[in-house]
């Protein structure tokens, strides 16, 4: 009877102690807390999966409701500017994981379309265009040649 009391008594004890260190006690710890969270989320979001993001938003959610409005009234205009802060670092990186993703592959997509365009063209322009710019050179080249010899021909008449 004895060790189930005991027990008991632990089970009890862990109970308090895990549930204080989870909930904040004053703004500090909250707004400790709140930015050791929003931190650990930008280190580890680009590795996040469907449930690692529910956990995350159930616990912002506590942050941003529950306890905010705990501590709201003792919270400086500084200090609520700062969980202003935090709110926007967790939603900016909330919405730019499943955001990044749609960008990467619509990226990828334009990528490959422009390789397979540029790919096309080297097939069946690039000769073509090489020709024209060969051409056109040989012609401005011609046209310089011409130009000189008129000059030429101009300094040659006015020295006689």
């Not at 999966?49 to 500084?78: G, P």
């Not at 802060?85 to 490959?112: A, F, M, P, Q």
Request: contains cysteine.
């Amino acid at each position: 009877m004895k060790s189930k009391i005991i027990i008991f008594l632990l089970f009890g004890a862990m109970s308090v102690m895990l549930t204080s260190c989870a909930i904040p006690a004053n703004k500090e710890q909250y707004l400790k807390g709140f930015e050791r969270f929003v931190k650990d989320v930008e280190k580890n979001s680009p590795d996040f999966k469907i449930s690692d993001w529910r956990w995350a938003n159930k616990k912002y959610r506590k942050y941003t409701d529950e306890w905010y409005h705990k501590f709201r009234d003792e919270l400086t205009v500084t200090e609520r500017m700062q969980v202003a802060g935090l709110k926007i670092r967790y939603n900016l990186l909330k919405e730019g994981t499943s955001s990044v993703r749609i960008i990467d592959k619509r990226v990828e997509e334009e990528l490959n379309r422009l390789g397979k365009d540029l790919d096309k063209y080297l097939d069946e322009n690039l000769d073509r265009d090489i020709e024209r710019i060969s051409k056109g050179a040989r012609e401005i080249g011609d046209s310089a040649l011409k130009v000189m010899e008129d000059v030429l021909n101009e300094i040659r008449k006015e020295k006689e």
